[in-house]
């Protein structure tokens, strides 16, 4: 008996089925289980795939493996306690999403957020993008088979994980942003630090994309993979780079400015191939923007306070608690009881790297939330996963679904 | 049923125009608009709001519980227009037994699993669901940990048998 031939596909099918008359093959459906525990899927998620031969004829993401009742937990814990549960969420974006709660609590409290504070929560939260695409492009080029640019991005994120370290004792759960402005003064030196890590930047990122632009085993692998039309994305909640890259000019922070977003100069990256590829140009102009936006910070940072006015909501400086009844009466009523909210309910969208993350916060006007249900971004753009993922080849699913840039911990929370 | 400073709003005059018995009731605070919607007419005046008012894209679901207080539970819908830059949130409110609504799935695709989301954990049933299942808790949990009267600490559960 000769050794069958299996260069060609027909005669592998024979030789791995030898019960089959020749001419006839009968095909089946498989189903593969993806996860929970899968190094692409960057987290626990479980996808069900239905198969026909190298096709994916059905897929349908089981999450909720990493759940941990975060919305449950801030009902229980104080106003103030509850900023460190948003670190958790999404712990590449963690001062986006303080930013993201801290803000509608403000709004019900109706408190004046100084220039000063306003302007270094922008800076943190642009320095906050930069680091989450920079996770995200060595992650997602490492899926494709591209490794150096992974040690290139983790070098520049060491350098701002230093500089968060650095304003707030911790490099990733910073917890920096509170209600009613910043958890501590800025330290001494950090414009110099800034500086130099964002004068370096433009550079560095002209280095990523040597790397990858006119790769054509990258090329290949993104162009005119995993397209959704833009409808399709609107219908389906998705938001963020991904809409930008189908040819929505829509950006939380032009079309409904906070935090004195509507004082900086930066553009919104739109194109219209909504392949994988387009989705990798926008997240690196977004870089270059979050670039500029940090540059214009630093250089025209104002002068004053870096916390609201507010005895009753924010805690008083060490010297003043020591000197002042009044204060220390206050700093008090804070740590033991919290300060009370006045009864009412808010949301503010804003614009976390990963798309559109609003708090609604509700308030029965006790020193604890009724509820704060949380739109994280992740969980809206991870129900788009289905439609990129049917119809399309298993190799191009792992393209697609590095594409989506989602954070498992902030889509089951 | 409009209250007068809300009449100049294009949004809620033009669904007060098409169904005066659509919006039960409306209230503009800190410059949010919330729009109390009759719970058997949500899908009709989704549908309205995509189709004549621009709204492309359902932001969230969620939900409220006011235990122990009767009507027990809000459904807060978050509906938004990128073209016009409006957002809306939309409310239905529903009793504490069996409570149940009709599902927006058949307007924005996208509302698919917040709304599993809310029936997993405030246990609120959205007729018409395309795959009502529970979404972030295990298959076979009981209860639904979001509601008031769920326990935050002390609950018991066993992974003995998956």
Known sequence: MSVPDITTSATLDQALNPAQPDGETTTRRMTLNMG??????????????????????????????????????????????????????????????????????????????????????????????????????????????????????????????????????????????????????????????????????????????????????????????????????????????????????????????????????????VYTESDVWARYRVRMEEMRQSQRIVKQALEGMPEGPWKADAPKVVLPDREKMKTQMEALIYHFKIVTEGFRVPAGEAFVPTESPRGEIGFFVVSDGTSKPLRVFMRTPSFGNLQALPALFEGNLVANSIAALGSLDFMLGDVDR | MLPEPMQSLPVPAALEAWDPHAILNASLDLGETLLWISPGKIVSVCKELRDNQGFERICGVSAIDRYPLEPRFEVVYFVHSVSRNIRLKLKVALPGTAPAV??????????????????????????????????????????????????THGHKYSYQNE
Not at chain 1, 57 to 84: C, M, R, S, Y
Not at chain 1, 126 to 147: F, K
Not at chain 1, 158 to 170: A, H, K, P, T, Y
Not at chain 2, 117 to 128: C, V, Y
């Open chain 1, 36 to 269: 929970p525990q899968h190094p692409s899927t960057h987290g626990v998620l479980r996808i069900l795939l239905e198969l026909d031969g190298e096709t994916i004829t059905k897929a349908e993401p089981d999450i909720g493996f990493l759940h941990t009742g975060i919305e449950k937990q801030a009902e229980a814990l104080n106003w103030q306690q509850v900023v460190t549960l948003t670190d958790r969420m999404d712990y590449l974006a963690n001062l986006s999403n303080n930013l993201a709660y801290a803000l509608p609590v403000e709004k019900l409290l109706q408190i004046e957020i100084p220039d000063k504070a306003q302007w270094l929560r922008v800076l943190l939260v642009e320095l906050t993008r930069i680091n989450s695409h920079l996770v995200w492009l060595g992650t997602h080029a490492l899926d494709l088979g591209a490794m150096t640019v992974f040690f290139y991005c983790f070098r520049e994120r060491e350098d701002i994980l230093r500089i968060f370290e650095m304003f707030s004792g911790q490099r990733l759960m910073t917890s920096y942003i509170r209600i009613g402005g910043l958890a501590l003064e800025p330290p001494r030196g950090w414009q110099q630090a800034v500086k130099k890590f964002n004068d370096a930047l433009p550079s560095r990122i002209d280095e990523y994309e040597e790397l990858l632009n006119l790769n054509p085993i990258f090329l290949r692998r993104v162009q005119g993979v995993g397209v959704l039309p833009l409808e399709k994305l609107l219908a389906l909640s998705v938001t963020g780079p991904l809409i930008r890259a189908a040819g929505l000019k829509w950006d939380v922070r032009k079309s409904e400015p906070y935090s004195s977003y509507e004082k900086f100069d930066f553009d919104i990256p």
């Open chain 2, 102 to 151: 009709e599902s927006v799935t058949c307007v924005w695709e996208g509302a698919n699993w917040y709304e599993r989301e809310a029936f997993d954990l405030f246990g609120i049933r959205f007729e018409g669901h395309p795959n009502l299942k529970r979404i972030m808790m295990p298959e076979g949990w009981e209860g639904h940990p979001l509601r008031r009267d769920f326990p």
